[in-house]
């Protein structure tokens, strides 16, 4: 039993590093990203039992092993421990990135939330324009909403992914410097992924982009009557999103590379530090989180964030001093917030 056990944890080891190493190859496959996307974090996990078993047994090789790989696992996923030091305010700005789940809850507890910390900058994706039945139940309306940030002193823009005769749904972009240049990403062939706007804060310009990219689907075969055909469903709706993803992020990454100015990037990305969407950005911009922010950085869902899917991505030229993401319970996406500074 303890033989077995042993090539076990020798085979979980060659899965893990492969699976790892995989992540920063140029080989692309929509089934073998599906796999390397969801079966990282079940590595670490089984990793966790493996060093556990491992320590019972007084086999210290299996732990060091085990130990080295859970480290990993920590780290591709952007955990951390501390965060640096916030400087005093000074010239920088903060800007606020947040799914608002259409306004489900409520714009009125949206409008509460960014209204708590006045962000300099604000991106909200899944921004429900209409006069609908959602509206109907809500006492605060997306007019009403967008009024509202003007009265606080914002300069507001909106751009719709989908358009329909009682409104649109899409993304807003909102500042307090005028917008210039407003324009509406469409990217890979799908309308509204993105929204940009040029801002000038005091004598440096930004470019600032909102984003929403594909999903992954609506099929989800392990909430009620479970069958193999909508499993199957559920598996081509993932290599779909992987494989949509992947076109979106390669148009988008070659906007920002054609940009003269500084460029944020915040939104929900759908994807997980454990995918090579991540690794692809990576190579490109930082991530505001392993910059600058604390813990596991996860924003997915509300009641038990477990998923990082929402980012914050800078390119040469800036610098994040501090990222948090906010406990709030207005949406099934957590807000981030980060205050921002320039560097020469």
């Not at 440096?204 to 984003?211: A, K, M, Q, S, T």
Request: proline share 6%; net charge positive.
């Amino acid at each position: 039993m303890r033989r077995v056990l042993s090539v076990g944890a020798l085979l979980w080891l060659a899965g893990a590093l492969g699976a790892w190493a995989a992540l920063y190859t140029d080989y692309f496959s929509p089934t073998a990203e599906l796999f390397l996307g969801l079966s990282l974090p079940i590595w670490a996990a089984l990793g966790l039992i493996v060093g556990l078993w491992a320590l019972a047994q007084r086999r210290g090789w299996v732990v060091m092993l085990a130990l080295l790989c859970a480290i990993g696992a920590a780290y591709q996923h952007g955990l951390r421990l501390l965060s640096p030091d916030a400087p005093e305010r000074g010239e920088d700005f903060s800007l606020l990135s947040w799914n608002i789940f259409s306004a489900h809850r409520g714009f009125a507890r949206v409008l509460e939330e960014v209204l708590q910390y006045r962000p300099d900058l604000i991106l909200l994706q899944e921004v429900y324009n209409a006069d609908g039945d959602l509206a109907r139940r809500d006492p605060l309306r997306y007019g009403d909403f967008r009024q509202a940030l003007r009265a606080a002193g914002y300069y507001v823009a909106f751009a719709p992914d989908q358009e329909q005769p009682w409104g649109a749904y899409g993304l807003l972009i909102a500042s307090r410097w005028p917008l210039e240049a407003v324009r509406r990403l469409d990217l890979a062939g799908r309308i509204g992924v993105g929204i940009v706007a040029d801002v000038r804060i005091g004598n440096h310009p930004l470019r600032l982009i909102g984003v929403h990219l594909y999903t992954t689907g609506q099929e989800k075969p392990w909430r009620g009557r479970s069958s193999w055909s909508r499993w199957r469903t559920w598996l081509r709706q993932m290599q779909e999103g992987y494989m949509r993803r992947e076109a979106e992020l390669r148009e988008l990454l070659d906007i920002i590379r054609r940009s003269p100015y500084p460029v944020l990037v915040g939104g929900d990305f759908n994807t997980t530090p454990f995918s090579r969407h991540y690794v692809l950005l990576s190579r490109w911009l930082g991530d505001a989180h392993r910059h600058a922010g604390r813990g596991l950085g996860a924003t997915y869902s509300t009641s038990k964030p477990l998923l990082r899917i929402d980012y914050q991505w800078f390119s040469s030229g800036l610098r994040p001093l501090e990222m948090r993401v906010l406990p709030d319970r207005a949406s099934d996406h957590r807000p981030l917030l980060a205050r921002w500074i320039f560097e020469p």
